[in-house]
């Protein structure tokens, strides 16, 4: 059977640190960067005696996520002990939930710019979503670091800290989907609040299940799972590989057994980790520690306050500023971006240009010199006041982008200052009408064309206008005043 007549499915798990002050079960601070083992107490180091105390606040953030996904939360939910031995957890169980989790169902969108850019013009099921299983709440683990010289090194700083587990259901079909549903959840948890979810700092981790099968009506495959993925790329690579090796095994007349695996991102291969455990090997029961909760005034406080959603915001910028689906979009996929152009645009009569601006020239600026939007150090109020000079007819936008560069490397100027200060006065309008007149004469062939129709040919006699006002004339403005005159 040929490769490209086997299925893949993949679901994925996905690790979440929730933006709280403390830890899930105590009081120590939740910090990214501190020295090792300076973040702990006799709870999250499970000393005997040391009791768990449920944190209100990541109780309501993993609600919020789940609502902001249209998830349900049961009535009732608790918490249960899962059992198992690692050097990450020193109390042998970790505090979970099990068949009462704090939300079901719900779905992950995937948005077209959440895919890989090479990607995004062959996306195979564009407006897809992806069902998930469950939302639920637990703590995280120590952080282990295996060293060269064959040790490994434990900080317990991020022991305890609350992690929102996001499950799946195996409806992914490729890397390139599991790349989309990343991003796009991750979009997701930052509009939302519940967390910055930068999978560079282990915020945001993920599992990968996944099998093959041959055919639609063939059963699911045998999973494999690889643990701790730390970026979406990596992610779409590891997929890629498993599908061939697992694809590869079959045809050989293998098995595959369900185990766990690793991503070594060095050789770029995966590799076996352990034999797979199931829920009975963990021996789940409620903690009798931890008292059940009832959720309806939680559901109701979230609900009262929910945030817009990605796509939402998208349609309403659409509508609200009139500027493309694309440009939305772009504008919307970083909700920093977003509150940056509607900054920007709030009093602008140009919203569409300067959607322009935000997208071609600052968010270039910023990629040249690796800035992120929430370091960029042009004020958004100082975009609009540099595109209302352009639409005033103050300068044109080619002195525009010199006003910018000149803004970027010292932001605490005005833009109409520095317009000044670089002698961009508007053109007397009497000489531009010279001009027009003149460049008319000086060219009767494209100046018959425009007479017959052909608007387009004024491009050029507004690029002689233009050379004659030595670029203080306004183009749009010009290029009106030629149609007036040769319709």
């Keep these: 059977m040929a490769a490209s007549d086997y299925i ?16 899930m079960f105590c009081g120590c601070p939740v910090e990214f960067g501190n020295a090792p083992n300076t973040q702990t107490c006799p709870t999250c180091m499970g000393l005997p005696g040391a009791l768990p105390v449920l944190n209100e606040g990541a109780i309501e953030r993993t609600v ?144 990968v299940n996944i099998s093959v099968r041959k055919g639609e009506d063939a059963p699911l495959g045998t999973k494999i799972e690889l643990k701790n993925l730390n970026s979406a790329s990596v992610v779409r690579k590891a997929i890629h590989y498993e599908i061939d090796r697992q694809i590869n095994e079959l045809e050989k007349g293998g098995t595959i057994i369900q185990a766990t695996w690793r991503w070594n991102d060095d050789v770029g291969q995966t590799e076996l980790m352990r034999t797979k455990e199931n829920a009975d090997d963990y021996r789940y029961f409620p903690d009798p520690d931890l008292l059940p909760v009832q959720t309806a005034d939680i559901v109701a406080k979230v609900q009262g306050d929910l945030p817009e959603l990605p796509h939402e915001k998208v349609e309403r910028f659409k509508d609200d500023y009139q500027i493309t689906h694309y440009d939305a979009s772009v504008l919307a996929s970083d909700i920093a971006l977003a509150d940056y152009y509607e900054t920007a645009a709030s009093d602008s009569k140009a919203p569409k240009k300067v959607a322009n601006w935000v997208i071609n020239n600052l968010l270039g600026e910023l990629k040249e010199h690796d800035l992120e939007i929430t370091d960029c150090p ?42 000044k200060a670089k002698g961009f006065e508007p053109a007397d309008n009497s000489e531009i009408e010279v001009f027009i007149d003149q460049v008319i004469a000086e060219n009767p062939g494209p100046a018959g064309e425009v007479a017959e129709g052909n608007t387009k040919a004024a491009n050029f006699l507004t690029g002689q206008v233009m050379k004659l006002s030595k670029g203080k004339a306004n183009p749009k403005m010009v290029t009106e005043a030629i149609l007036g005159k040769l319709s």
């Excluded at 893949?8 to 830890?23: D, P, R, W």
């Excluded at 060293?147 to 195996?170: C, Q, W």
């Excluded at 890397?175 to 930068?198: H, T």
Aim: aromatic share 8%; net charge negative; proline share 6%.
């Design 378 to 419: 042009v004020a958004a109020e100082k975009i609009g006041q540099l595109v209302g000079l352009v639409e005033e007819g103050t300068i044109s936008n080619n002195q525009a982008k010199e006003v910018f560069a000149e803004l970027f490397a010292n932001p605490d100027q005005e833009p109409a200052k520095i317009a």
């Design 8 to 23: 893949a499915s993949i679901g994925l798990e996905v690790h979440v640190q929730l933006k709280t002050n403390t830890k």
């Design 64 to 207: 919020l996520a789940g609502q902001m996904l249209g998830c349900e939360t049961p009535p009732m939910v608790k918490w249960d002990r899962k059992n198992y031995f690692y050097p990450d957890m020193p109390k042998n169980y970790q505090i979970s939930q099990f068949d009462l989790p704090l939300c079901l169902g719900g779905a992950v969108p995937l948005y077209e710019l959440a895919y890989p850019k090479d990607h995004q013009k062959d996306i195979v099921n564009p407006d897809k979503s992806v069902t998930l299983t469950r939302i639920h709440l637990e703590e995280d683990v120590a952080k282990s670091t295996h060293h060269k010289g064959g040790y490994t090194t434990i900080d317990f700083n991020r022991a305890g800290t609350p992690l929102m587990e996001i499950v799946s259901e195996p409806e992914i079909d490729s890397g390139e989907e599991a790349f989309a549903y990343l991003n796009s959840l991750r979009q997701v948890l930052v509009y939302s609040g519940v967390s910055d979810a930068d999978m560079e700092k282990g915020q945001m981790r993920c599992d």
